[in-house]
């Protein structure tokens, strides 16, 4: 926390956010050591998210924040000076001076934004596992599949490519005689088996959780073309971040794909991203909505990968910002990473409400003159308890502040003005037409009309095509085609290069090919040797 300054307004190292005893300011350098937005419902956590993504848009830090409400839509429109408002930038010292931010809106089903797709490929098992909470022998299965699709040129695109591959690495039951060349598929399915045990009742069960996925409108998430993360990543024509809001009031009747979804950016950001140090401000600030949904009976593994992610994502010059009910939701390996907090109102009615009072209060650093847990049962709406890095990246004491109000409108805005947004929108028909390309799907159809020959389990054969020959050297080369297990020092040299070099040199290549081939069929032979950070991770 600084000192009280006359001058409440954002500067090119700090944000205003509030004021109290003391003036409380957010350091742009220090802004990418991640934090934390917690309070019960109606105490104000929207408004506040809402300041801090106009602080950010300002010094020209693009934003990317989940609206659950569809309150935050209103940061796209020029604000009211209301009663209420002028009261409170009065009370604070403050001149209200109305401003909107240039937004752009996405939406997973494409109905009030942009769709935002991925591919099953860039997906990867682990997420996609779950995603579906599949248990450690279907998650086992999956990972299969992904391995044998990689062997065989078999591109994952959308959810008709995925079923189509578990129905071929699934045993065929019927009575055949002993020539393989009978079945098509008998290649891919040998090669599943030499895996491991793939029965077909597990592969059933996957089937029914994708169908479950699928009812969801989870399978409008998955195909092409796929959402490329720079686009987040934009300043408008006057050098101001790009707020990009993710309408998420239809997602978060699907929590667990609204939490993998989010999860998968995250990862996606740490992958693509190149390591950039300390930074004046950052890259990209990236606010979590109902952040519990992340951690809620996620597995030991899921969570110490989450726990690195986010470490580790600050060198990449990405702040990442948690905006749940109470701390105790986050677990402590990631409460450690959150540097600047702001802590709304609790209420405490019953012994355990109190309990997670007296927690709250403990995350932050004392101040002698307040009584931290008392006031986080007095606060009122707009008033919260802060604490911001500061000098050498220590918390400060806490303080208590009433947090400036908004520039731009508070609430939502109505369908023609989104439709007028999204009309101007920097990214208008990129990604609002579906694209069907040739993928394991329709390859898989080929071979079980005898229109295409089947392909062995170790090179892709014909049936993967001069892509499935480009994919096989490449994962030999990389390591990819082998047992996970332990890398040589070749491989780990090999994998350590390919983070940096494969989506220019291998994807870029695949691409070209695949414009005449397959659409972008061919970008993804680069994904399948890195697949994000927590499918790839792992799968050491």
């Known amino acids: 926390m600084a000192t009280s300054d006359n001058k409440l307004a954002d500067t090119d190292e700090k944000i205003f956010i509030g004021k109290g005893e003391e003036t409380a300011w957010l350091t742009l350098a220090l802004a990418n050591r991640h934090g934390l937005v917690t309070g019960a419902t109606g105490t104000g956590k929207t408004v506040t998210l809402q300041v801090m993504a106009e602080g950010f848009a300002r010094a020209g830090v693009p934003v990317f924040a989940a609206d659950i409400k569809g309150d935050l839509s209103g940061i796209s429109e020029v604000g009211e000076a209301k009663d209420f408002i002028l009261k409170r930038a009065q009370e ?3 001149t209200f001076q109305p401003d909107q931010f240039s937004t752009v809106f996405w939406d997973v089903f494409g109905e009030q934004g942009h769709p935002v797709r991925a591919t099953v490929t860039e997906m990867g098992p682990l997420l996609l596992s779950r995603m579906l909470d599949l248990n450690d022998v279907q998650e086992g299965v999956l990972n299969v599949a992904f391995r044998v699709a990689d062997e065989n040129g078999l591109t994952l695109i959308d959810m008709k490519d995925l079923r189509a591959l578990l129905d071929a690495i699934a045993p065929d039951g019927s009575k055949k005689g002993a ?16 895996y491991g045990n793939v029965s077909k009742a597990t592969v059933g069960t996957i089937q029914r959780q994708l169908l479950v996925l699928e009812n969801q409108g989870g399978a409008k998430f998955f ?5 490329t993360l720079k686009d987040f990543m934009r300043t408008d024509r006057d050098g101001r971040g790009m707020v990009n809001i993710l309408v998420a009031d239809k997602l978060m009747q ?4 609204y939490a993998t979804f989010l999860l998968w950016m995250l990862s996606e950001l740490f992958e693509e991203l190149p390591e950039a140090g300390d930074l004046p401000k950052p890259k990209l600030v990236f606010f979590f909505d109902e ?32 905006v749940t009910q109470n701390p105790i939701d986050v677990p402590d390996k990631v409460l450690a990473q959150l540097g600047n907090r702001v802590q709304h109102a609790l209420r405490a009615f019953t012994p355990r409400d109190q309990k997670a009072v007296a927690a709250a209060a403990q995350t932050f650093r004392p101040n002698p003159k ?7 049962m007095e606060l009122g709406k707009g008033e919260a308890l802060v604490s911001f890095l500061e000098g050498a990246g220590t918390p400060s004491m806490v303080e208590r502040i009433m947090v400036r109000p908004p520039s731009a409108r508070i609430g939502p805005i109505t369908p023609e003005e989104r439709k007028a947004i999204m009309d101007a929108s920097p990214v208008k028909g990129k990604y609002d037409t579906a694209i069907d390309a040739e993928s394991a799907y329709e390859i898989i159809q080929k071979r079980l009309s005898g229109a295409a020959a089947p392909a062995d389990g170790a090179g892709g054969g014909e049936g993967g095509g001069i892509l499935g020959h480009i994919g ?7 390591g990819t085609n082998v047992k996970r297990g332990r890398l040589s020092t070749g491989q780990v040299i090999a994998r350590n290069v390919t983070r940096s070099v494969t989506d220019k040199v291998i994807g870029g290549v695949a691409a070209d090919l695949g414009k005449s081939v397959a659409g972008s069929m061919g970008g993804s032979i680069g994904r399948a040797l890195v697949r994000g950070a927590l499918g790839g991770i792992l799968r050491r």
């Not at 307040?370 to 986080?376: E, G, N, Q």
């Open 370 to 376: 307040l009584d931290t847990a008392r006031v986080i």
């Open 92 to 94: 604070m010292g403050l």
């Open 254 to 257: 699907s929590p667990r794909l």
């Open 472 to 478: 096989a050297i490449a994962a030999t080369i990389f």
């Open 291 to 322: 952040a519990h949904l992340l951690f809620t009976d996620a597995p030991k593994a899921l969570m110490d990968k989450i726990e690195q992610v986010v470490r580790l994502i600050r060198s990449k010059g990405v702040g990442v910002y948690f």
């Open 223 to 227: 195909g092409e073309p796929a959402l």
């Open 179 to 194: 020539d393989d060349g009978e079945d098509p598929l008998a290649p891919i399915r040998k090669a599943a088996q030499s």
